[in-house]
């Protein structure tokens, strides 16, 4: 086998375990061969990106080796007329940016850590941003893939136009897989055109009712943001910024629209210049990534306002806290250091066992090894679970790629 | 292509009747005949046993009994596929969803609403109406075809281009699985923790399950919207003009193409008043009014620079809709001209519309045949339609000869063997055209996961049958398995 091979450190460490050997491909067929290689001695496997994501998941059940992907970068074809682009799993998302910039196109998946987090890392952690409000999620730009499954065979699913319903849906089935099914090697996406303007507008210190009285505003009022972001960094109040993006003429109208209508309901409403506006982007970007601890909580849009009492009182028990709501999705991050962390996992517990009752989750997106034990990263296994599992059974029988890092111990 | 009827046992159809009611469990031979086929009319099938259910009560127990009896199960919505999707196999009990056809719950702050699958598509937009909102994937069948089937097939439509397929606005569905057993997948709040359930089962083709709720995401419609029509001299200037508009930035809602003998049909049935060309284009561009009163105009401009011949706007909704009824009733049009015709789905790169075109052309006049254009350009979803006579001997095999030459040509091009229509029983021979082994076999893993008994569709979507034995090599369970929080099976 040719791919470069060497000892763990505790540098390799992925959620506490050191893997004895890591290998780093530099070609997917090298990816193949490890792949190969280590089901004939039935080693336990470890996939990682960027590892912007590292952190995601349970602690694998055994950990013998670790395939880094970062040696797979290429873009294997971009065809601009088409506006799609097939890349291999490591490219990072900011190296495939600058690649798509040169024709005025984009790849509208924006996670935080752009200049770390991997294409493959970002389809297996189902890894979102801002734009998810208006472009979807990477299940919405996914449209081609090719794996190695767990027995070193390649497979693909999906091809390379917007438009096909030939077999089953293999790239969805990867998305938030967190690689328990197969290595991803490359991956297709459909493009977009890069907006000629962009333009935020920011509504300061609003309460959760106040939030969700915007969001019905922009949509009675048939406005359409790409990013509808509400950050909350002192209790119950939250600064709300949306952004517009396209062609001069709508985004001008569409900002002068909604400053019309936040004056008409008595909540003025700035509209950002350009420093300013890339400056809380990435005060955004980094709230996400912040801390210790990272929840991701799921609801209902408008059910902010319910929960909130609950998230909350997660945030009493955290230090620098900053709670992140996508608004017009229904998700969410609650972000920051603890100081106790008894008392925090019992506030997460509480704030989760109200999520699910409600059909919602909260999930772990990192969090100290304790909180870890206390409460679990997953919550209460879906209802469709059953099915998951065998899946697993059908695409890794020998349960030896991540095991045990995803829902339900799979 | 016709079979033997293969009956199903008397006992059998008490046990359904006593589920669904006697007037809803069809076994008389002119009952059947009516599910004989779904819209591909040239593939034809009698099942052993039709039944209508009106719960997913009643789904699960015709599941059980059709299990009890190891009887196949082809689900069916409103049979307008035009796959064979719905085609029943030999001695099968069609499980047709017809009757479910209520709306269980609207939640518009949220944006999402919970429906049974007999639901035809456009009432979930017309109920929604007066509130402003509609559902977005819009097959040109949308007036009949249902909710269910839409699940099943993915179905797609003109404005996927901007605001995708059924996959993209599905959130969730309650499912029957093979056993009995119904799960839901998804749901109206986003990102159920695991894998992509409703993701994967979107487009399955009735071989997973049978839908019997589905939750689909509604939008708020458009501030304005923009449409023209633009003739052209050929399919090569029509063809360029979309690829300029594309990279322009634009990105429509829909552009469709029509070639001369589409319009032509299209013109004898409807009466519009289109000039003989040899293409044409039909485009929406929406959004805000600010934003399309832009990209109609560079849209515009675009295509008299690329050689259009005549641009017009309708000048109010009533015009709007008449041109799109034009094309929608494109299919339609195109039985009244000829016999016969097969419709294809192939999909190509954008950028290589022009060629594909002419190849397809050329090899027409070689089977000595005539084709019809009619199909989504924005996306390179081609819907070539292949007019012959079934009554002249030889030229239906001609004709499906053609189709079949046709899709490689789409293969060959980069592209795909079906943009929205399925696989189904018409298309799996040409699934090893795109997939290798490896590729179906893993596709086969996931069928087997959720039917590992192949109950649900056989024979459609795979080109060879495929069994679900245990997977070669070393079977290593699972700690949930040892420790009898989970089961095989």
């Known amino acids: 086998m040719s791919s470069e091979r060497r000892a763990g450190t505790d540098a390799d460490a992925v959620l506490g375990a050191i893997p004895r050997w890591v290998y780093s491909p530099k070609t997917t067929e090298e990816a193949r061969e490890v792949i190969e290689a280590t089901a004939a001695e039935t080693l336990s496997l470890g996939f990682i990106g960027g590892g912007t994501d590292v952190q995601l998941g349970a602690p694998m059940r055994q950990l013998d080796a670790l395939l880094q992907t970062g040696g797979l970068s290429r873009v294997v074809e971009y065809a601009p007329a088409d506006m799609i682009v097939t890349v291999e799993a490591g490219t990072t998302l900011a190296k495939l940016s600058e690649t798509l910039q040169q024709h005025r196109q984009r790849l509208p998946l924006d996670p935080p850590a752009l200049d770390r987090a991997t294409v493959g890392g970002a389809i297996a952690a189902n890894s979102f941003g801002p734009r998810r409000a208006r472009f979807g999620s990477v299940r919405d730009l996914l449209i081609g893939i090719s794996i190695v499954r767990a027995d070193g065979t390649r497979a693909r699913g999906g091809g390379k136009v917007v438009k096909n319903v030939a077999g089953f849906d293999i790239p969805k089935l990867m998305c938030g897989s967190l690689g328990t099914l197969g290595l991803i090697v490359t991956a297709t996406f459909r493009l977009h055109p890069l907006p000629e303007m962009e333009k935020t507008v920011l509504v300061r210190s609003r309460t959760a009712a106040q939030v969700r009285g915007l969001v019905a505003r922009l949509k009675a009022g048939q406005l359409e943001p790409t990013s509808l972001v509400a950050l909350s960094a002192a209790a119950a109040r939250f600064d709300v910024a949306v952004r517009f993006e396209g062609f001069g003429a709508g985004v001008t109208q569409q900002a002068a629209r909604f400053a019309e209508l936040q004056q008409r309901e008595g909540e003025p409403c700035e509209q950002l210049g350009d420093v300013d506006a890339q400056a809380w982007w990435k005060k955004h970007d980094d709230a996400r990534t912040k801390g210790a601890i990272r929840a991701k909580i799921a609801a209902l849009p408008n059910a902010l306002e319910t929960f909130l009492p609950k998230l909350e009182a997660v945030r009493e028990h955290l230090v620098d806290s900053i709670l992140v709501w996508y608004a017009s999705l229904g998700l969410g991050f609650i972000c920051g250091a603890s100081s106790d962390l008894a008392a925090a996992s019992r506030a997460l517990a509480d704030a989760r066992s109200a999520l699910e009752k409600a059909n919602g989750s909260l999930t772990l997106q990192a969090a100290p090894q304790a909180i870890r034990e206390w409460i679990g990263e997953w919550g209460t296994p879906p209802p469709a679970f059953s099915v998951m599992h065998r899946l697993k059974e059908r695409f890794d029988p020998q349960q030896r790629l991540n095991p045990g890092r995803f829902v339900g111990g799979l | ?489």
Request: aromatic share 6%.
């Open chain 2, 1 to 489: 292509m016709r079979s033997e009827f293969v009956p199903v046992a008397h006992a059998v159809l008490t046990e359904l009747a006593s589920v669904v009611g006697p007037k809803n469990c069809i076994s008389d031979p002119a009952g059947l005949r009516t599910y004989e086929c779904d819209g591909l009319t040239s593939f034809r099938m009698v099942p052993g046993a039709v039944i209508l259910p009106a719960t997913t009560e009643e789904v699960v127990e015709a599941v059980r009994i059709a299990r009890r009896a190891n009887l196949p199960i082809v689900p069916r919505g409103s049979g307008t596929g035009l796959s064979g999707g719905a085609l029943p196999v030999p001695g099968c009990v069609v499980i047709g969803l017809s009757r479910m056809r209520s709306i269980l719950e609207i939640d518009l702050e949220n944006a999402w609403m919970r429906v049974q699958p007999g639901v035809a598509n456009l009432d979930i937009s017309k109920r929604l109406a007066s509130a402003g909102y509609y559902y977005a994937p819009d097959p040109s069948s949308q007036s009949v075809c249902s909710i269910g089937g839409n699940v099943a097939e993915n179905s797609g439509g003109a404005h996927c281009l901007k605001y995708g397929f059924t996959v993209n606005h599905v959130l969730g569905a309650r499912v029957v699985l093979g056993d009995g057993s119904v799960v839901d997948l998804g749901g109206p709040v986003l990102d159920t923790p695991g894998y992509d359930l409703i993701g994967v089962f979107v487009g399955s083709e009735g071989t997973l399950g049978i839908v019997t709720e589905v939750v689909v995401r509604i939008l708020r419609k458009p501030e304005a919207t923009r449409t023209f029509f633009a003739t052209f001299p050929s399919t090569d200037e029509a063809g360029q003009t979309v690829s300029d508009i594309i990279a322009a930035g634009i990105v429509p809602a829909a552009v469709e193409m029509m070639d001369r003998l589409a319009i032509v049909a299209i013109k004898a049935a409807t009466g519009l008043d289109w000039p003989d060309v040899g293409a044409a284009l039909l485009m929406d561009v929406d959004g805000p009014v600010a934003e399309v009163e832009h990209t109609a105009a560079q849209a515009s401009a675009i295509a008299a620079r690329r050689g259009a011949l005549e641009i017009r706007r309708p000048t109010d909704e009533a015009e709007r809709l008449l041109m799109w009824k034009g094309r929608k009733s494109a299919f339609a049009a195109v039985g009244r001209i000829s016999h016969n015709y097969i419709v294809q789905d192939g999909v190509i790169p954008r950028s290589e519309i022009a060629n594909v075109l002419r190849e397809i052309a050329r090899l027409t006049t070689e089977a000595g045949l005539r084709v019809a254009n009619v199909f989504h350009a924005g996306d390179g979803n081609l819907h070539p339609l292949i007019l012959y006579d079934a009554n002249v001997p030889g030229e239906e095999q001609r004709a499906e000869h053609l189709g079949g030459e046709i899709l490689k040509l789409c293969v060959r091009s980069g592209g795909s063997i079906t943009g929205e229509h399925g696989v189904g029983a018409d298309k799996a021979p040409y699934m090893a055209e795109m997939f290798s082994e490896a590729d179906l076999q893993a596709m086969a893993e996931l069928r087997c996961a959720f039917d590992a008994e192949n109950r649900f569709n056989p024979s459609k979507v795979f080109p060879t049958p495929r069994l679900c034995g245990d997977r070669p090599g070393k079977y290593v369970p699972s700690p949930l398995e040892l420790s009898g929080e989970a089961g095989r099976g």
